[in-house]
């Protein structure tokens, strides 16, 4: 009996470190994007294209870069539906923004 109880407790430990990694890799997936928005805003604010398209070339896969501008400030938004590891696992939304002010010129 004890060893039946073991192994179940064995599997339900297995089991939340599988989620626990899983939650862990949203985190990374989502400090990825929040990193890409930033890098994206101080170059488009800087005026400098070649350095948003390097940086682009960094996105995460999948991930979708928005970027609007208004008169004195630029905003970036990052989103993407994560799906870490495996494609049959569930995709979670995330989403990261950026505003900066456009650099004098």
């Known amino acids: 009996m ?9 599997l339900g430990a297995a089991a939340a470190l ?10 990374m997936l989502l400090a ?6 930033a890098a994206v805003a101080r ?15 960094q996105r995460p896969v999948g991930a979708r870069v928005i970027v ?7 905003f970036v938004t990052v989103e993407l539906a994560a799906r870490p590891w495996a494609d049959w696992l569930p995709s979670v939304p995330l989403s990261a923004t950026a505003t900066v002010l456009r650099e004098p010129t």
């Open 2 to 10: 004890v060893t039946a109880e073991l192994a179940f407790a064995t």
């Open 43 to 57: 170059q488009e604010a800087r005026g400098d294209a070649a350095a948003v398209a390097k940086i682009l070339q």
């Open 68 to 74: 609007r501008q208004e008169s004195t400030e630029i």
């Open 18 to 27: 599988a989620l626990l990694a899983w939650a862990l890799a949203l985190v």
């Open 32 to 37: 990825r994007c929040n990193d890409l928005a």
